[in-house]
């Protein structure tokens, strides 16, 4: 009898603690039309599919919106019961986090040139030319990855570089405004700004020939978080793929 009223007991508590379990605080960031904000309202269509991953996993989560470097700082400072989105896999972020099944597959990256160096650019047939070209100034996101081929790509080439600490959208205003030569971008990115905002106009997008692909986009977790909650996870993103 004691025994089995002991076993009642320890059942019970493990059901209250499962309840009682925090939600997983999922981080998402500034990148429309992937995840944004828009008169107070939080859109995107990969913070939806994010939001009906977790929900059909049965994985409570509270969604919360963080600037990119501090995303990954909380990884890199281990913290706990946290989550995140549409991150690149590379090897720096897998020593702080653990990641799902892919999510998305992004299209390859394209040029966007201001117009006055557009003739400049268009020199260049190859993008290991392009980025000799030190009389160019590429502008570059801080704090973001554009792809382990195209990162190491910018590392070695020869361009001016002005760096940033700002979102996707102003560095292409800043591109706009004649602030850098040429960006490279997320096509999303671009074809969801260039129809909202007339300034933009006159920036000309470029593809080379061997611009890396696209590459895939993953929901990535602190190594706290359980093998089984990522095993949910996986089941749901499959759940989604096409049969």
């Not at 002991?6 to 508590?13: G, K, Q, R």
């Not at 969801?192 to 007339?198: L, Q, V």
């Not at 977790?221 to 909650?229: F, H, P």
Request: charged share 25%; glycine share 6%; proline share 6%.
């Amino acid at each position: 009898m004691k025994r089995h009223l002991l076993a009642a007991c320890v059942s019970l508590s493990v059901t209250a603690t499962a309840a009682g379990a925090q939600p997983l605080t999922v981080a998402w960031r500034e990148k429309p039309p992937y995840s944004y904000t828009e008169n107070g309202v939080a859109k995107g269509f990969l913070l939806e599919q994010a939001r009906q991953i977790f929900e059909a996993a049965g994985i409570p989560a509270r969604f919360v919106n963080e600037p990119q470097k501090r995303i990954w700082a909380n990884f890199s400072h281990s913290a706990r019961n946290y989550c995140s989105f549409g991150w690149y896999r590379l090897p720096e972020r897998e020593a702080v986090a653990q990641y799902s099944m892919p999510v998305h597959m992004d299209q390859p990256h394209v040029v966007l040139v201001q117009p006055a160096a557009l003739a400049r650019v268009r020199e260049h047939a190859s993008l290991k030319s392009l980025l000799g070209d030190r009389e160019l100034t590429l502008g570059v996101v801080d704090g973001v990855s554009y792809g382990p081929e195209l990162d190491a790509l910018i590392a070695a080439g020869a361009n001016r570089v002005m760096k940033r600490t700002v979102d996707t959208a102003t560095m292409i205003r800043m591109v706009a405004a004649g602030r850098a030569s040429y960006i490279f971008v997320d096509r999303e990115d671009w074809y969801h700004m260039r129809g909202k905002e007339s300034q933009l106009q006159s920036l000309v997008p470029l593809d080379f020939a061997d611009m890396p692909p696209g590459l895939k986009r993953y929901i990535v977790c602190s190594r706290d978080v359980s093998a089984d909650t990522m095993e949910r996870l996986n089941r749901a993103i499959a759940a989604r793929l096409p049969r």
